[in-house]
Nanobody, 121 residues
Framework: QLQLVESGGGLVQPGGSLRLSCAAS????????VGWFRQAPGKEREGVSC????????NYADSVKGRFTISKDNAKNTVYLQMNSLEPEDTAVYYC??????????????WGRGTQVTVSS
């Protein structure tokens, strides 16, 4: 069974940090670009970051540049999203997705079910 499972979400105070994980089973992430997306209540889903399958090159939404870092551990078949200096506006359900094509195509084959991130004092 091909699936992605996110973990690492939770409640954190403004200025705090979280690391999200996206673990794949049934396929190898080595050959896939992996993106992180988020959706806040009443808002459309937005792309947060994406890492390419080959070069490891990453891109970020302007709203998270300098605060979030995406990385991939091929040995663990897992992609991470390190989130620092969290703000209440970062509150959302975070999803990971894998694509057998470049990040720029924005066309993802597999999606996880999401993990909730809440930033609040």
């Amino acid at each position: 069974q091909l699936q992605l499972v996110e973990s690492g979400g939770g409640l954190v105070q403004p200025g705090g940090s979280l690391r999200l994980s996206c673990a794949a089973s049934g396929f190898r992430l080595d050959y896939y670009a992996v993106g992180w997306f988020r959706q806040a209540p009443g808002k459309e889903r937005e792309g947060v970051s994406c890492i390419s399958s080959t070069s490891g090159e990453a891109n970020y939404a302007d709203s998270v540049k300098g605060r979030f870092t995406i990385s991939k551990d091929n040995a663990k078949n897992t992609v991470y999203l390190q989130m620092n200096s969290l703000e209440p506006e970062d509150t959302a359900v975070y999803y990971c997705a894998a694509a057998g094509r470049p990040c720029e195509d924005n066309d993802f084959d597999y999606w996880g079910r999401g993990t909730q991130v809440t930033v609040s004092s």
